[in-house]
């Protein structure tokens, strides 16, 4: 089985450019996770989509950062303009279903490594 | 604000030797816990989960302690091998609302292998 697909894998870029980031989830995977790992330190949410809706996009910084799912599945994640602090690891995770009653596993991608210069 | 973290930032084991490492939470409604590994390049990889109606889980050369007194959970691996290199997470999985929740991630411990 596929696992999460996240491009590229790595991206360099000049402070106030833009970019976008790019996961397919697991088949049949209805919620997506978009999530931020700077350096040394563990992943932390951005947002969360249950099939084409974004639930949960409070820790999003919307004055620069946008995603997509359109048709729910695939998954971009827009930064523009860049800034220094943007450069971290970009993680995708997705799971079967979001439930309030338990806990359904997430499984990560490899995620995208953003360098900002 | 409440907060699940690790003790270590790195630790440094001889192969075939075991390892422990070590998480503290702050929260005592906390009731799931999760271990997560991650390797460099690559994203986090669940190993093992625990609720708070244990007090001790075992997996295949893992097991994870928790200790609900002193609000502390620990991930034990035994006979360490150097493809257990990684960062090692614990993490908690918060229902926020009927439709919202959150994965607090520690900020992990570094397990280095040597020979």
């Known amino acids: 089985e596929a696992g999460v697909v996240q491009s590229p894998r790595y991206k360099i870029i000049e402070k106030k450019q833009p970019v976008a980031f790019w996961c397919n989830p697991i088949?049949?995977?209805?919620?997506l996770y978009w999530y931020r790992q700077n350096l040394g330190q563990g992943p932390e949410l951005l947002i969360r989509y249950e099939n084409e809706e974004a639930v949960d996009d409070s820790q999003l910084p919307k004055d620069r950062f946008s995603a997509e799912r359109l048709k729910g599945v695939d998954s971009t994640l827009k930064i523009q303009p860049a800034e220094l602090g943007d450069s971290a690891v970009y993680l995708c995770?997705?799971?079967?279903?979001?439930?309030?009653?338990?806990?359904?596993?997430?499984?990560f991608g490899p995620g995208t490594r953003l360098t900002v210069l | 604000g409440e907060s699940v973290g690790l003790h270590l930032p790195t630790l440094s084991v001889q192969e075939g030797d075991n390892s422990i490492i070590n998480c503290a939470y702050s929260?005592?409604?906390?009731?799931?816990f999760i271990w997560y590994k991650q390797e460099s390049g690559k994203g986090p990889q669940f190993i093992i989960d625990?609720?708070?109606?244990?007090d001790k889980r075992q997996g295949q050369r893992v097991t994870v302690l928790l200790n609900k007194t002193v609000k502390h959970l620990s991930l034990q691996i035994a006979a360490t091998q150097p493809g257990d290199s990684a960062v090692y997470f614990c993490a908690e999985p918060r229902i926020l609302s009927y439709n919202t929740d959150k994965l607090i991630f520690g900020t992990g411990t570094r397990l280095q292998v040597f020979p």
């Open positions: 088949s049949g995977h209805n919620t």
């Open positions: 995770a997705s799971s079967l279903d979001f439930s309030a009653s338990s806990y359904n596993e997430q499984f």
């Open positions: 929260n005592s409604a906390s009731d799931y």
């Open positions: 625990i609720r708070s109606n244990m």
